[in-house]
């Protein structure tokens, strides 16, 4: 009943920028911890960013100082602005949200948009 949709993603040179955006629409009570993941062909998804509702926010090593991940909850929205992006950055972004369903019910669901890519040419 929650779907994420991620966009923004494209081609970019290395050193360029980059801002991803993911919303999230459906059978909403709230939405706790949201994250950004990336895959490259291969190998694992590996997490890239994340931001709890009150806005703490974690990042891999390989892209602190470089990317952003913020979020705007009045839209349900969250994004990701990478700046001077690599080759190594290259792979599909996922947006994954968890998310609570009902007032009722205090339990989260993980839920996963289908991915944007994001080629960073050298």
């Known amino acids: 009943q929650v779907q994420l949709v991620e966009s923004g993603g494209g081609l970019v040179q290395a050193g360029g920028s980059l801002r991803l955006s993911c919303a999230a629409s459906?059978?909403?009570?709230?939405?706790?911890?949201m994250g950004w993941y990336r895959q490259a062909p291969g190998k694992q998804r590996e997490l890239v960013a994340s931001i709890t509702s009150g806005g703490s926010t974690n990042y891999a090593d390989s892209v602190k100082g470089r990317f952003t991940i913020s979020r705007d909850n009045a839209k349900n929205m969250v994004y990701l602005q990478m700046n001077s992006l690599k080759p190594e950055d290259t792979a599909v972004y996922y947006c994954?949200?968890?998310?609570?369903?009902?007032?009722?019910?205090?339990?989260?669901?993980?839920?996963w948009g289908q991915g944007t890519q994001v080629t960073v040419s050298s």
């Open positions: 459906g059978t909403i009570f709230s939405i706790n911890a």
């Open positions: 994954k949200a968890r998310v609570r369903t009902a007032a009722t019910r205090p339990y989260e669901y993980q839920f």
